[in-house]
């Protein structure tokens, strides 16, 4: 197989590098994956509209985002269990991100410690943001504890997921029969105690009576928000209702996110969520996303589109998986070059005051 | 083969398990199939809107129907000579449909007695409901002695199948040389005298001067429901004027269907017709509708679009062809499964007051 | 291979029937053979409205027609050279038609002279109408005398093909090498003298100054109706304007085709033209309409679309391949019955009068 | 494998022929090759309506182009290295175009000198315009140097590609490990001094402030124009308002193009983009397009979008491969046929005045 020379490749390729179970795990979406699907096509719908003769010199793919500027609009989004693609996991994804100036968001259910992580990667000012991905579990002290420790360790914001209070019918894994390999697992959640398990009466149900008994809601948030220093930024919105309310709870951001295709198959791809929430909140808060972005072309798209940056996930995992930090560090350099191809196409010398018929 | 974990992995399991006749007469449409591809595809054409940081404790999937509650809104269609899928036929999807809570309508063209599946269902308030589905014979004291029967063994309504009036082409059954096997017959049908042909004069047609000659129309519907103290529920309807008529005769609901696509090809999906006739009677009647719905998305969609409660048909045969009961209760367990999951993943606790903007 | 059970079995027999010249010549279409496709397509595009417990006693499938009465609306296109799908040629479609009460349009390179397929047919009131197509020649005495052989030889009108003044671009011809075998000719056209050829100066094109340049125009259609009593049909018309051109001239009908998408491959589906054009004349003429239709579904379409009747060409020239006039006769028969069934299950019990909400 | 009788043959055809290497970057585009397929597609969404029996004779497809009378409104594009198709190259090319009364555009990459190829081509009035293809380089010296060469090789104007500042992402050329082989190189750039490579600071990015530091803007088009005599034509224009700049600049023409999908994937069709410029342009400038162009339906139909001419690029350099001069002579003639046969089809004898109503 030919060296991978865009997204895809690494996907192609990491499909024989990967196992079974992990391939099944990382590269599945929910039921039918049409989410999955979906969240990749609807990026292909609007096209970007070329100029010519434009003044290109100076251009840059600088963004501001949470008061800082990035040297360019791309995160890494969380994504759990990363030593299941590459023993050496969430570092190098961390490494890779804060070579390259990516932002990097840790998931709560790493495979490494967060503070392992933190240490490793740039203190200086041109590394990417690092960020914390939260959920709210079932235990408030831990919680709060979980809190404290991404704090100290220096990571800049907690990214709550909100759109996941349970599994998704998450088909490709059971017939894969995915379980963690033996070595991995959520180590930050090592101290978590398990949770109480609700005796159910007939006609009860173990989903709604027992495991979503106490799911987190708005409330919530500003007890979380109340708890720490760090901006809160809210993945998985969809709704502008719910932007609306998490603008209201001044948030620190908001991530329309349908978390990859991998809860609910027949919510709405991001690519078409995005301008309805950004027409909501008009700049109010900064708006990510993330779902389907393969191409530098996505990422101009996404930000004509609203968004302020965008994340990316498997395609970064499948870089992991192919060649450790360097994969990803590869998989982050070609979605920056293809941008900046992209833009100097479409006569755009920076990313701030994008046209308006930028897109058609 | 793995075990099934999905609707469509019960279909694919049963291609094996059932001999190419049965295959052909449980899985095949009318002509070139388009009804029934496209009963399936229009269900994936709204997205649902999820919602996020919403109560759900105590949610449930409960719904009235009928003046009972249901534990959830999923029946099992009527379904002819389920002997061919499996041994036990109409009886293991009738236990397996009273053990999960869900309705089950029994086929006049029944391989068992309706005696015999009446008897062997639970009896409290906790199954579903247990429905008989009539088709109009040409002998009017048969159909009452049916009726009768109907009534005594303790079905709790009747369900008159309107959308065929003579077969569809079913060109899969013609070409698998479909014929019933020995032993296997529509049981309650047997008393049914043999129906008079007419003599046809040239240039008259066989199906409408001869089958067609008798066949019910709407006066019919008025003396069926004087005959009997069961509510009457119409299956097959599509056009919201029929939907209008029927709710000026007062039936019991109307199950919107299109016979699985297994008469008109050209006929639309149902899942579009269903809020043009909901948006029509404005819950002056039960609405039902079945026709393509393989996930729990699907279900929920359905009531967003104005249902009551669903039917699914051919999905509890492939689960009773591939494990007899066990394979027709793990096909409503997936399925309530699926729902509770995508209510969840919406933010909705309960079925009741479903959100106007739940789907897009 | 089983026995044909739909004119497309018909169409995948005859592919092992015909040899590869006589396939290309009739299964094949213009260029990229994408109007042929697209013709098909169309028609699936409408869905058709069921109806239920309609009175259908008595029902029907007759139509008027040029002031006959017709059995049912279909009639057989006049299609070339029919001995190169087998030896009885138009003499086994002209009989099989008249078995099946179908109208029969003989193609002027017929490869049998229309007086044998003439005399061959039923000559009482219910056989259907047996048609004459034309082309007109670039010579006038020709043309007068094939119009008095037709007349005199009992043919009930003359159906001009105006759609084709020079031949598409015949791809699959050209490709399959297609030539007429040895002993099958247009006989009818035997005593036509060839066309002198006019010397071209430099920068002058083959097709405008030479072949086509004489090409008839409307001043042709009156001096034709002014040769002959029959009515005069134009076969070909896709735009209103034509069609209002035609009724201003007072022919005889119209037949919406794209001569089966072997002419202008960009051309528009007859499935789309036909609404437009049936708009335009509001019944003053009568209407017809080939090209893609190949179930009763598509004949109940086209007639809920305005036309009075329909042709097949394609479909009776494979069943002609596959058995002869008894395979002619089992084409139109599938499609009556389809026809029948569908009328039945949309709850229509005659052709006349359907209602404006049947299609979708 | 069969003579080619299409366009679509040629290239076929010519997959066989070339290497590789050669074929990657002949028939390759940017990325996903989205943009490509998309052209060729676009082309086929709008039908042609036929119209029947309008005088036809003494038809011609000749068009006015820049002063001149064309025979036919079809151009050879511009395609780098040519010699890699076929060792007569551009020469073989220039001979064909000019034996078939094609125009021919020598690109700045010809593999063959300028003044090589113009003598090769006749010289009287019928042969179709000679023009020649700039890149503005970085050395304003021989750019003019450039220019006189073409001026006084008798090249009749200079078309200018102002939409590719940089290369697009040509990931099947990486795949295919492109690069010029041995002996072919862009020999009329030969003089060309290097680019001086810029330092780069960190932070800096080599495309923006190296590579593009001094890409040519709309003010360099002045400078061009001041610097001939002959008319300047822009190749590369999407947006109405860079048409609507260029015309305030009293450019000769106009080309829309997307550079056949080579640079930007996201970039629109041209045949979408074609109406909404020849819209804003209302006749003020000569306009072409090329992008996807296979057939001479699609040639009637941009000039039915509002084209004075089209270009062609892949299919005659396919033509190329496969015979040198006379497969480029075949291509165009195919073409040639196919318009004169479209236009006959649609009533059309004239490509001016074409009706309004001639797509739909």
Redesign the interface.
């Known amino acids: 197989m ?1 060296a991978p ?2 997204l ?1 490749d690494h996907e192609a390729h990491a499909r024989n590098v990967l196992d079974d179970k992990a391939w099944a795990y990382f590269a599945g979406g929910a ?2 994956e ?1 989410c999955l699907a979906a969240n990749r096509h609807a990026w ?1 719908a609007p ?15 600088r963004v501001e985002l949470l008061g800082r500027t990035l ?1 360019h609009p791309i995160l890494l989004a969380p994504v759990a269990y990363q030593r299941m693609a590459h023993p050496d996991g969430e570092l190098a994804s961390a490494i890779a991100a804060s070579a390259q100036e990516a932002g990097f968001v840790l998931s709560t259910q790493a495979s490494l410690p967060l503070e392992t992580v933190a240490q490793a990667v740039r203190h200086d000012a ?1 590394r990417g943001p690092l960020w914390m991905q939260l959920y709210l579990q079932h235990d408030a002290g831990f919680n709060r504890e979980l809190v404290q420790r991404a704090e100290a360790a220096g990571y800049e914001a907690l990214v709550l997921t ?8 998450r ?1 490709r894994e ?2 894969a029969g995915f379980r963690l390999p033996p070595g991995i697992s959520a180590v930050n959640l090592a101290s978590l105690p398990p949770r109480p398990e609700r005796a159910l009466r ?4 173990a ?3 027992d495991l ?7 409330d ?2 500003a007890r979380l928000q109340a708890d720490t220093r760090l901006p809160l930024i ?1 993945k ?4 502008p ?2 932007a609306r ?1 998490a603008a209201r709870l001044q948030v620190g951001g908001l991530i329309v996110s ?1 978390h990859g295709g991998r ?6 791809p991001t690519a ?1 969520c995005l301008p309805r929430i950004a027409d909501t909140l008009q700049g109010s808060l900064p708006l990510l996303v993330d779902g389907g972005i393969r ?3 996505d990422v ?2 996404a930000l004509a589109l609203g968004a302020s940056a965008v994340l990316v996930g498997r395609p970064y995992i499948f870089g992991l998986a192919n060649a450790g930090a360097q994969g990803v560090a590869h998989v982050i350099r070609l979605l920056r ?2 941008l ?3 833009m ?3 006569g755009v ?1 920076t990313l701030t005051d994008l046209p308006d ?1 930028l897109l ?1």
Chains 1, 2, 3, 4 share one sequence.
């Open positions: 030919p020379i865009s895809d039921a039918d049409r292909n096209h970007l509209q070329p100029r010519v003769l434009r003044p290109l010199a100076g251009g840059h793919t040297a041109g909100v759109d996941a209070p349970c599994h998704g019918a088909d059971r017939r007939p006609g009860q149900s989903l709604f009576d979503l008994a106490a799911t987190p809601t708005w919530d948030i809210l998985g919105i969809l709704h209702d719910d309310q349908n809860t609910l198959d027949a919510a709405p078409d191409r530098g072309t101009l798209k070059d293809e900046e191809i992209a100097a196409l479409c010398a018929d058609i």
